[in-house]
């Protein structure tokens, strides 16, 4: 196992003001960016004040400008959908004993992987995709007035632009299926009943206190030094589950490798999904991994596959993920495109993965999905949680603006999609009323569980208090919240607030680590600007 990296924040970050009321708090005062063990600078999530050491610079007195009117005009562009890549793994071999030595130097310029084909007009990340809330610019020291420019040209020029739009064409179209394996057999139809599912009393609303960051999961300076020990350069998510007794999985979204940069995501490498353990108890001093599914030295494996193609599977993103018996499980969402619109995006649908050589191989289900239909489907991010021989899934559309929706299966047939039951005005319902054979039905008008949209869902079952918790981020007040209920349907408690965006810059994720107490919940945010993610702690009363 590896010697600890040591806190990357916490020594140098205090407290802030993320109380219950949710007022965000002033930026705090400027400290240079915290070092791990081994020297290397990391990046800071808190909003602070400029350094006073550093004048701002003096802007340039602009010149005559000539506007500009862009006209887009778009060009369909033919792409073939390729294959998959293969499921390549490699034991990654014991790490070095000091966590400071590079176990791949020959790999200091990074993995080359520009040979995965990116068709023409495609985004490599999410552009346009920020979180609300995330437009608060650092404050600066005014600037000197600058001089009047002179007086424009006012006729404007006029530029074409080619807008490439992308036409995916499946290669299956064109003869044998050979983007992957055949499907198996289709799960036999299920008929579970009507079932009463009444509210519960609700619980009070926790207090949340000493709110603060406990390190840097990944990235450049991280405790974990992932751009070094596995390419992981930028990243975000970090869901947790228990995969085995004594081990954490987690799993993060798109990736990037060589040629990352501070400032969002960037650089080449691209996988649309990475997957690490970690067995450390002592959170208090990070989230510490002692290996990362591997598919060469030092490198990554995505673990779904995506096709990477816009307008047809932009990208596969985890959502959550639990282990019943010993296979392993993860929700996902397929993402079709990215919205211009922040913080929306537009999925396929929402679907299963199943792993039995836990967690380094994977396989999507054909059938346990929910398409997304008319851009309505209920349950394209969810989160899933085992509890009492069912298994429950929160659900959400594509985006950070809708409603939590509510569904369970027996564990058992966790695969069969018409064996859930999808919570409705205080009943268990079955998927579709019959003739209806496709699986579809009131999954689109299952009843919300709470007023107001939610994102990012991360929900637990806390054994020790007997309780449900759950966090998300609210993009109507810029918050990660905490709510709690004694039973899955609520009543749900009123929120608190665990973090506003304004004190954590592009913040967004929160998913709770499964090793939490009931005093000290650990979760993870992701940071869009650094595009990395950060363990973080809230005690609770």
Same mark, same amino acid.
Not at 117 to 127: A, D, K, L, N, S
Not at 287 to 293: A, E, I, T
Not at 310 to 327: D, K, Q, W, Y
Not at 487 to 514: E, M, R
């Given at each position: 196992?590896?010697?600890?990296?040591?806190?990357?924040?916490?020594?140098?970050?205090?407290?802030?003001?993320?109380?219950?009321?949710?007022?965000?708090?002033?930026?705090?005062?400027?400290?240079?960016?915290?070092?791990?063990?081994?020297?290397?600078?990391?990046?800071?999530?808190?909003?602070?004040?400029?350094?006073? !050491?550093?004048? @701002?610079?003096?802007? %340039?007195? =602009?010149? /005559? *400008?000539?506007?500009?009117?862009?006209? $887009?005009? +778009?060009? #369909?562009?033919?792409?073939?959908?390729?294959?998959?890549?293969?499921?390549?793994?490699?034991?990654?071999?014991?790490?070095?004993?000091?966590?400071?030595?590079?176990?791949?130097?020959?790999?200091?310029?990074?993995?080359?992987?520009?040979?995965?084909?990116?068709?023409?007009?495609?985004?490599?990340?999410?552009? !346009?995709?920020? @979180?609300?809330?995330? %437009?608060? =610019?650092? /404050? *600066?020291?005014?600037?000197?007035?600058? $001089?009047? +420019?002179? #007086?424009?040209?006012?006729?404007?020029?006029?530029?074409?632009?080619?807008?490439?739009?992308?036409?995916?064409?499946?290669?299956?179209?064109?003869?044998?299926?050979?983007?992957?394996?055949?499907?198996?057999?289709?799960?036999?139809?299920?008929?579970?009943?009507?079932?009463?599912?009444?509210?519960?009393?609700?619980?009070?609303? @926790?207090?949340?206190?000493?709110?603060?960051?406990?390190?840097?999961?990944?990235?450049?300076?991280?405790?974990?030094?992932?751009?070094?020990?596995?390419?992981?350069?930028?990243?975000?998510?970090?869901?947790?589950?228990?995969?085995?007794?004594?081990?954490?999985?987690?799993?993060?979204?798109?990736?990037?490798?060589?040629?990352?940069?501070?400032?969002?995501?960037?650089?080449?490498?691209?996988?649309?999904?990475?997957?690490?353990?970690?067995?450390?108890?002592?959170?208090?001093?990070?989230?510490?991994?002692?290996?990362?599914?591997?598919?060469?030295?030092?490198?990554?494996?995505?673990?779904?596959?995506?096709?990477?193609?816009?307008?047809?599977?932009?990208?596969?993103?985890?959502?959550?993920?639990?282990?019943?018996?010993?296979?392993?499980?993860?929700?996902?969402?397929?993402?079709?495109?990215?919205?211009?619109?922040?913080?929306?995006?537009?999925?396929?649908?929402?679907?299963?993965?199943?792993?039995?050589?836990?967690?380094?191989?994977?396989?999507?289900?054909?059938?346990?999905?929910?398409?997304?239909?008319?851009?309505?489907?209920?349950?394209?991010?969810?989160?899933?949680?085992?509890?009492?021989?069912?298994?429950?899934?929160?659900?959400?559309?594509?985006?950070?603006?809708?409603?939590?929706?509510?569904?369970?299966?027996?564990?058992?047939?966790?695969?069969?999609?018409?064996?859930?039951?999808?919570?409705?005005?205080?009943?268990?319902?079955?998927?579709?009323?019959?003739?209806?054979?496709?699986?579809?039905?009131?999954?689109?008008?299952?009843?919300?569980?709470?007023?107001?949209?939610?994102?990012?869902?991360?929900?637990?079952?806390?054994?020790?208090?007997?309780?449900?918790?759950?966090?998300?981020?609210?993009?109507?007040?810029?918050?990660?919240?905490?709510?709690?209920?004694?039973?899955?349907?609520?009543?749900?408690?009123?929120?608190?607030?665990?973090?506003?965006?304004?004190?954590?810059?592009?913040?967004?994720?929160?998913?709770?680590?499964?090793?939490?107490?009931?005093?000290?919940?650990?979760?993870?945010?992701?940071?869009?600007?650094?595009?990395?993610?950060?363990?973080?702690?809230?005690?609770?009363?």
């Amino acid at each position: 196992m590896l010697r600890r990296a040591a806190v990357v924040v916490a020594s140098v970050v205090t407290a802030v003001g993320a109380t219950q009321g949710g007022s965000a708090a002033d930026p705090l005062g400027w400290l240079p960016a915290p070092v791990n063990t081994c020297g290397e600078a990391g990046f800071d999530p808190v909003a602070r004040r400029a350094n006073p !050491d550093v004048p @701002p610079p003096v802007p %340039e007195a =602009p010149g /005559p *400008v000539t506007p500009t009117v862009h006209v $887009p005009v +778009p060009k #369909a562009v033919p792409f073939f959908v390729p294959k998959q890549p293969d499921r390549t793994r490699v034991s990654p071999g014991a790490l070095p004993a000091d966590p400071c030595v590079n176990p791949c130097p020959e790999l200091a310029g990074g993995v080359d992987r520009t040979a995965i084909p990116i068709p023409p007009g495609t985004p490599v990340w999410p552009q !346009d995709s920020l @979180p609300a809330g995330d %437009e608060r =610019p650092a /404050p *600066v020291v005014a600037p000197p007035p600058a $001089p009047a +420019p002179a #007086a424009p040209d006012l006729v404007p020029r006029v530029r074409i632009v080619e807008d490439p739009e992308t036409i995916p064409v499946p290669l299956n179209l064109l003869g044998p299926d050979v983007t992957g394996p055949r499907p198996g057999p289709v799960p036999p139809v299920m008929h579970p009943p009507v079932q009463p599912a009444p509210l519960s009393r609700p619980v009070a609303a @926790p207090v949340v206190h000493d709110v603060f960051p406990v390190s840097q999961v990944t990235g450049p300076g991280s405790q974990n030094r992932t751009d070094s020990r596995w390419q992981v350069g930028g990243t975000d998510l970090g869901l947790m589950w228990e995969s085995a007794p004594g081990q954490v999985a987690v799993a993060f979204g798109d990736t990037f490798g060589q040629g990352f940069e501070d400032g969002g995501p960037s650089g080449t490498d691209w996988r649309s999904n990475v997957l690490a353990f970690s067995s450390n108890r002592d959170l208090a001093q990070g989230l510490s991994f002692d290996s990362m599914v591997s598919d060469g030295p030092c490198h990554a494996a995505e673990v779904l596959k995506s096709y990477k193609v816009n307008n047809f599977e932009m990208t596969v993103i985890p959502t959550s993920g639990f282990a019943l018996g010993g296979r392993q499980y993860l929700s996902y969402m397929s993402v079709a495109r990215w919205s211009k619109t922040p913080g929306k995006w537009w999925t396929a649908y929402g679907g299963l993965a199943y792993s039995d050589d836990g967690g380094q191989t994977w396989d999507q289900d054909a059938y346990a999905r929910w398409d997304n239909i008319f851009g309505q489907g209920q349950f394209q991010v969810v989160a899933m949680v085992p509890h009492d021989g069912y298994v429950y899934m929160f659900g959400t559309p594509n985006g950070r603006f809708g409603n939590i929706a509510l569904a369970r299966v027996p564990q058992d047939d966790v695969l069969n999609k018409t064996a859930y039951q999808y919570w409705a005005d205080g009943f268990w319902g079955p998927t579709f009323q019959p003739p209806g054979p496709d699986g579809t039905g009131i999954e689109l008008s299952a009843s919300p569980l709470l007023s107001g949209v939610a994102g990012e869902l991360s929900v637990r079952f806390d054994t020790a208090a007997g309780l449900w918790e759950m966090t998300y981020l609210d993009v109507s007040e810029n918050v990660i919240v905490l709510r709690r209920s004694a039973t899955p349907q609520g009543l749900w408690s009123d929120p608190a607030v665990l973090l506003h965006t304004a004190d954590y810059p592009s913040g967004y994720g929160g998913f709770i680590h499964p090793w939490s107490t009931g005093h000290d919940l650990y979760f993870t945010v992701s940071e869009y600007g650094h595009y990395n993610v950060y363990l973080m702690h809230a005690g609770i009363d």
